[in-house]
């Protein structure tokens, strides 16, 4: 199998954008993801499932709180690809000067967002560069006006410089995934909550 001959329908699978907010120890921290679908068909069950990458830092917050919020961004909210995507949160407070508000799971709610899923991990897989959380919506909003953008729509939008600057972050972060995509721990998923 050729990745040329699949790659057209694998980038039909990413889903609205969205900054997936997280909280722990009163640290804060956003990130933006591609990778997030719905993990019920049961409407008063909602579920959802996110990929989270092992190095990111919003990681290590969302495995301690088991708590994080999908805000689900704009084509006016395209500065946050770039303020949340392409830079760590170890390294600054990306929530800083950002409009948001606190749900009740204690993690951030953007401003201005097509809506927002805030979640409650339930369980988790490992997926050895990632993990993929599975929560529970315990709150959330949909604005029935306003529509999410895709990542394939907003590629088209933002300057040459932050795709120039995603496709680098991307490049170096294929070559860590390649290296750690095989160290599946099959271990049962047990909360980290409270350490």
């Known amino acids: 199998m050729e990745y040329g001959d699949i790659a057209p329908i694998m980038g039909r699978l990413w889903s609205p954008l969205a900054a997936v907010t997280s909280q722990w120890g009163g640290k804060v921290?956003?990130?933006?993801?591609?990778?997030?679908?719905?993990?019920?068909?049961?409407?008063?069950?909602?579920?959802?499932?996110?990929?989270?990458?092992?190095?990111?830092?919003?990681?290590?917050?969302?495995?301690?709180?088991?708590?994080?919020?999908?805000?689900?961004?704009t084509s006016e909210q395209l500065h946050l690809i770039r303020d949340f995507g392409l830079v760590s949160g170890i390294d600054r407070d990306k929530m800083v000067g950002v409009e948001h508000s606190i749900g009740i799971t204690g993690t951030p709610l953007l401003a201005g967002c097509a809506g927002f899923l805030e979640c409650q991990v339930i369980n988790a897989m490992d997926g050895g560069d990632m993990t993929c959380f599975l929560a529970d919506v315990v709150n959330g909003y949909s604005d029935r006006e306003i529509l999410p953008i895709s990542w394939r729509d907003a590629r088209r939008l933002i300057p040459q410089e932050w795709n120039d600057a995603w496709n680098s972050k991307i490049a170096r972060e294929i070559d860590i995934s390649l290296d750690q995509m095989d160290r599946i721990d099959f271990s049962p998923w047990t909360p980290f909550a409270g350490k």
């Open 29 to 73: 921290n956003a990130q933006i993801a591609v990778a997030i679908s719905a993990a019920s068909i049961v409407p008063e069950r909602p579920r959802v499932l996110v990929q989270i990458y092992k190095g990111n830092y919003s990681h290590r917050l969302i495995a301690r709180s088991g708590a994080f919020a999908l805000n689900f961004i």
